[in-house]
């Protein structure tokens, strides 16, 4: 029985994103079928992957392997990529990629998997991986992989799955792991598993908190904040002290933070040393402290410590502490609808008497990765990556690679580059570079000498008896696509169910009949109802329930800008256009977020010019009321941005009566209900017994049972007065793969009354 080690829980966004179509059938005379999948994600847009398909055998091979997630393995004697067609692993000289067969893969038999994939954490050493086996559409099983004994153990159950933060975090010497469920973190053991001694869970508990709470640093110590105190924990002593969690507190307090710690938005960095702290509040505002426990007097000279404050729009991609305390920050930042980077340092050595973040003057670099004896640092751009002296920073020599998506050194002198249309190991000192694989494939066929070849970038490669691609430079004449041989035909077929456009069928001519390549998608899409559900064009609470299968998720900016840049970024990696609600507040106090939201392209509509209850008896609306305060937010938004607003609104709270719907249709507006309320917005203060709140994750879940073909889904914007444990906007991507494994495209609020009509 095959052990289901690792699914992907997501599936894709608008047709663009829903559906895989397959083409480029090439049938050789011994009835061996190249053709190739056609499938878009976030992040990466399009990208087409090969295969070659042994008719007479029935087996399949992939020939390209898109690098949508890479890792090192065993100490970095092995590669291994990640994608939507399955796990792959070289040998031990980054050689020989092949399908890893506890792994479902697409040439195996499994379906191939859409949108954004989760995460695979492989420890240090490369000998363990670490990733979600989701139950539902917002929780998942936490699996420890072990990759010589090709063994599974369940650690955790029922944890918050997440697809871009880290499962876990494990220690240098990759003996332990800190994850964290429903609020709470726990160590993890390998000597106890490889001995057989796991301690249940309750007994492993390190203190409240999430991810963003833990760091280790270089000596296996792990650092930990709670509220505003700093505790240092020797991982020899997490048994000891877990065990008397409840009695003593875990770990030693060795400094204490000026702010309460938020998991939801604050993270930090602890120095090499261990006395430095690098807390990151919000986002957006950057301070470093000397850690101390007693801070009742101070002693010494007083200092000004160096703090670094960031727009709203920006997020830290990257941090680099260097052992000699040298800082450097990259941030990336959505400015006019695009995303731009900067780079930032600190030296707290040669600076030390008057300690100041400087920006360099590095533009479009889209990440930076230190080598391990930090000499060298590499940046990476979206033509190549670029290798300067960490210290002076220096230029020492650039390498032209055409559009670079991940990068990491293999050790100090060779480094992996991972792109679009292939992957290379090169040597930062001699420039030498061989291929690992191609990421995709160009035009492709059999030669006349039988050889598979296939063009990238003008070049032509030959999958050689190695099954490795090597250079040609001679002229190669590449037969014509051809669909039949003497025992087969092979054709293209529309397919009406789950996530494939079209199938590939084969005709056994011979023997007299058709069967598919591979299996229909497991994964069917929702059935529509028999009856349509009555809508109103002007009082708009949803659209059709039979004509097509299409949400739409809302923003409902109130006041508080939290949450936003997260929430374009999402939208940006998944080419969504939605629609968003500004109130009058939202915009007096932040105006420059109103300006990006205006250059980002999505819908704008209305949530009127003061945020209160429109039906409370105690206030007097009438018509001339509604119309000035939609007039006057529309005004402010064309202040502040020369656009108009779109003749959408909604009241504040979604509080409305039909006086008020009717005052704002003699304006031209139509009212934008919603026929799902996710709850997102009560408070944690809320939580009493029959209390209406919930987390995040069972947010998700009941936004998966409530809605229909044609719902409106909103979203809040910003943090509630009281506070919550953790926000939507958060894990909005959860949201919209949970919609898209049921097929539904996300459309903004406008396309659904469009449809309805």
């Keep these: 029985m095959k052990r289901w080690i690792l699914i992907i829980f997501c599936l894709s966004v608008f047709h663009l994103y829903g559906d895989v179509t397959f083409g480029g059938l090439h049938l050789s005379e011994s009835d061996q079928l190249l053709f190739s999948a056609d499938a878009t994600g976030p992040l990466y847009g399009d990208y087409r992957t090969m295969f070659q398909a042994d008719l007479p055998g029935q087996s399949m091979q992939q020939l ?117 469920n429903k609020g709470a973190l726990y160590y993890f053991s390998i000597d106890q598993y490889e001995n057989s001694r796991i301690i249940a869970e309750d007994f492993r508990s390190i203190g409240e908190g999430g991810i963003a709470s833990v760091k280790w640093s270089s000596r296996n110590d792990l650092y930990y904040i709670h509220q505003y105190r700093v505790y240092k924990i020797n991982s020899a002593e997490f048994f000891t002290q877990s065990i008397y969690s409840g009695l003593f507190g875990i770990g030693t307090m060795i400094g204490k933070v000026p702010f309460t710690f938020d998991r939801n938005f604050d993270s930090f960095d602890i120095s090499p040393d261990g006395q430095k702290i690098l807390l990151n509040r919000g986002g957006r505002n950057l301070f470093l402290y000397f850690l101390k426990t007693d801070d009742y007097r101070s002693t010494g000279d007083i200092k000004s410590l160096p703090y670094l404050f960031l727009p709203r729009n920006t997020n830290i991609k990257r941090v680099i502490w260097s052992g000699n305390d040298l800082i450097t920050i990259l941030a990336s930042s959505v400015l006019n609808g695009k995303f731009e980077s900067s780079i930032f340092r600190i030296d707290l050595i040669s600076q030390e008497e008057s300690l100041t973040f400087t920006q360099t003057d590095e533009l479009d670099v889209e990440d930076i990765v230190l080598a391990e004896d930090e ?110 041989s003497l025992n087969k035909r092979v054709y293209l077929e529309q397919s009406s169910t789950g996530s494939y456009e079209n199938m590939i069928m084969v005709r056994d001519i011979k023997g007299y009949g058709t069967k598919t390549l591979f299996a229909f998608p497991e994964k069917q899409y929702e059935p529509f109802p028999d009856e349509e559900d009555p809508w109103d064009l002007q009082n708009f609470t949803h659209g059709s329930r039979i004509r097509r299968r299409e949400v739409s998720l809302v923003f409902n900016a109130v006041d508080s800008v939290e949450g936003l840049t997260e929430i374009l970024n999402i939208l940006t990696e998944y080419n969504i256009r939605t629609t968003f609600f500004l109130n009058g507040e939202f915009m007096r106090r932040n105006p420059e977020a109103v300006k990006e939201l205006s250059l980002s392209g999505h819908e704008i509509g209305s949530m009127f010019y003061i945020y209160f209850n429109m039906t409370d008896a105690k206030f007097k609306i009438d018509e001339e009321f509604i119309k000035r305060g939609l007039a006057r937010n529309e005004d402010d938004y064309f202040l502040l941005t020369g656009k108009e607003l779109s003749l959408l609104w909604h009241s504040p709270y979604y509080f409305v009566n039909s006086e008020i719907i009717r005052a704002s249709a003699s304006m031209d507006y139509a009212y934008i209900g919603r026929d799902v309320d996710p709850l997102d917005w009560v408070p944690l203060s809320d939580c009493t017994g029959d209390s209406m709140y919930l987390s995040t994750m069972d947010v998700i879940e009941k936004i998966m049972s409530d809605k229909k073909q044609g719902s409106i889904i909103p979203i809040r914007i910003g943090q509630t007065v009281r506070g919550r444990d953790d926000y939507l906007f958060q894990n909005l991507d959860l949201l919209i793969n949970g919609l898209l494994s049921q097929g539904y495209d996300i459309v903004p609020v406008s396309t659904l009354r469009e449809h309805v009509q």
């Design 64 to 180: 390209t392997f898109f690098p949508e997630r890479v890792v090192l393995l065993e100490n970095g004697t092995k590669f291994q990529i990640e994608n939507r067609f399955g796990i792959f692993r070289t040998d031990e000289n980054f050689q020989n990629l092949h399908s890893v067969k506890e792994f479902p893969a697409f040439e195996n038999g499994k379906e191939i998997q859409n949108g954004k994939i989760s995460n695979v954490e492989a420890s240090p050493d490369g000998l363990y991986l670490l990733y979600y086996r989701p139950v539902n559409y917002s929780y998942a099983d936490l699996v420890l992989f072990s990759v010589k004994e090709q063994q599974e153990v369940v650690i955790s159950t029922e944890n918050e799955f997440s697809l871009d933060n880290k499962v876990a975090r494990w220690s240098p010497d990759s003996e332990y792991f800190i994850y964290s």
């Design 375 to 484: 000499k060298n640092i590499a940046l990476m751009r979206k033509d190549g990556v670029e290798i300067k002296n960490y210290t002076s920073w220096t230029y020492i020599r650039k390498f032209e690679h055409s559009g670079p998506y991940h990068i990491m050194w293999k050790n100090n002198e060779e480094i992996i580059i991972s792109g679009s249309y292939y992957t290379e190991l090169t040597n930062a000192v001699s420039g030498e570079s061989r291929i690992i694989t191609l990421s995709q494939p160009g035009d492709y066929g059999y030669g006349q000498d039988g050889y598979i070849y296939t063009s990238s970038l003008g070049n032509t490669y030959q999958l050689d008896e190695n099954e490795e691609w090597v250079s040609v430079n001679e002229k190669v004449e590449i037969k014509s696509p051809a669909v039949s």
